[in-house]
């Protein structure tokens, strides 16, 4: 079964970057059948898309967010990261991981546990 | 980008009643629609895939319906872990949006 788990800092200062790095367990991050993706939910608020990738390099990005996202893989290593630079204390949140179900239809399933990462100096 | 909306924001409610949801995107995006139900402190949970179909797992009293830019998902009878906040999701276009919550707590 396919699982994914979060992990980076959970502190980052502001105007510094904030890197994260999710690992996929029970399956290939090489399928044909996912992208991968990365969405974020600050404290008391909604979720919002920050970015998907294939395990090619493909990328989409979410446009409120292209200017200071990258978003990689590994496939060696089973593992996609995302890296947002210019960080302010509006990118407080929760960072959550997930498959990206890419066939006719698409859905995220599974997600990550999430991680916190505050900006505070 | 495709905007979504979501009505009530909130909601009360007592266990075994009828709820629905709504969701409207800002354009036609066909069945390209998902539910997630999420708890405090959890990561959100698949409901409902392309707007009807029910991801495995997930008890039969929730249902999604709609198609273009109008779509509802019903719990036919409130149960106590229900309660928690319910979103919908596009996938129609790459650019991925999702509607802001409805909260469902106890009445």
């Known amino acids: 079964q396919l699982q994914l788990q979060e992990s980076g800092p959970g502190l980052v200062k502001p105007s510094e970057t904030l890197s994260l790095t999710c690992t996929v367990s029970g399956g290939s991050i090489s399928s044909s059948s996912y992208y991968w993706g990365w969405i974020r939910q600050p404290p008391g608020k909604g979720l919002e898309w920050i970015g998907s990738i294939y395990y090619s390099g493909s990328t989409y990005y979410n446009p409120s967010l292209k200017s200071r996202v990258t978003i990689s893989v590994d496939t060696s290593k089973n593992q996609f990261s995302l890296k947002l630079s210019s960080v302010t204390a509006a990118d407080t949140a929760v960072y959550y991981c997930?498959?990206?179900?890419?066939?006719?239809?698409?859905?995220?399933?599974?997600w990550g546990q999430g991680t916190l990462v505050t900006v505070s100096s | 980008d495709i905007q979504m909306t979501q009505s009530p924001s909130s909601l009360s409610a007592s266990v075994g009643d009828r709820v629905t949801i709504t969701c409207r995107a800002s354009q036609s995006i066909s069945s390209y629609l998902n539910w997630y139900q999420q708890k405090p402190g959890k990561a959100p949970k698949l409901l409902i895939y392309?707007?009807?179909s029910l991801q495995s797992g997930v008890p039969s009293r929730f249902s999604g319906s709609g198609s273009g830019t109008d779509f509802t998902l019903t719990i036919s009878s409130l149960q106590p872990e229900d309660f928690a906040t319910y979103y919908c999701?596009?996938?129609?276009?790459?650019?991925?949006?999702f509607g802001p919550g409805t909260k469902v707590d106890i009445k």
């Open positions: 999701q596009q996938s129609y276009s790459t650019h991925h949006s």
């Open positions: 997930a498959g990206l179900w890419f066939r006719d239809e698409n859905w995220f399933d599974p």
């Open positions: 392309a707007a009807s």
